[in-house]
């Protein structure tokens, strides 16, 4: 996908009623107030020296990075928001909202920008080595834990 596929992707979010309930299908989660969609995955490491991670790895951020700016250019400069907190937080129990919840679990930071009433977020997820690098996009009016 293009950059500007994946902000139609992200402007059709914006538009998408939330659900009552949280739903998963495939590369899109949503429920009550938000919406998250994995725009591209890398493949997975299982087989492989090292070589292709970092090959992946210099993709996605190349890739995040254009969606990076096609957003700043759009909505202006973006927050860093870090979830480390968030994530500690919910392992001690605390009950974090979705999605926060969801994104602490899968990364340890994102770019937000306000969109009237609205975040967009931006992130790379990532789990342990052998797993695939996925870049990602969200909606939502929860504000940040």
């Given at each position: 996908m293009t950059t500007a596929e994946h902000l139609d992707t992200i402007d059709r979010l914006r538009a998408q009623v939330f659900p009552p309930e949280p739903v998963w299908s495939g590369r899109h989660s949503s429920g009550p107030g938000y919406h998250l969609v994995q725009l591209v995955e890398t493949r997975d490491f299982w087989e492989d020296d090292g070589s292709g991670r970092i090959e992946a790895a210099d993709q996605i951020s190349?890739?995040?990075?254009?969606?990076e700016q096609a957003l700043t250019d759009r909505w202006g400069k973006p927050q860093v928001f870090t979830l480390e907190g968030a994530m500690h937080r919910?392992?001690?129990?605390?009950?974090?909202?979705?999605?926060?919840?969801?994104?602490?679990?899968?990364?340890d930071h994102v770019h937000l920008w306000r969109a009237e009433d609205r975040w967009l977020v931006a992130y790379v997820a990532y789990g342990e080595a052998e797993d695939p690098f996925r870049l990602m996009a969200g909606v939502t009016v929860v504000d940040p834990p």
């Open positions: 190349a890739e995040y990075g254009a969606l919910g392992l001690d129990g605390e009950e974090i909202p979705q999605p926060w919840e969801e994104l602490s679990n899968s990364t």
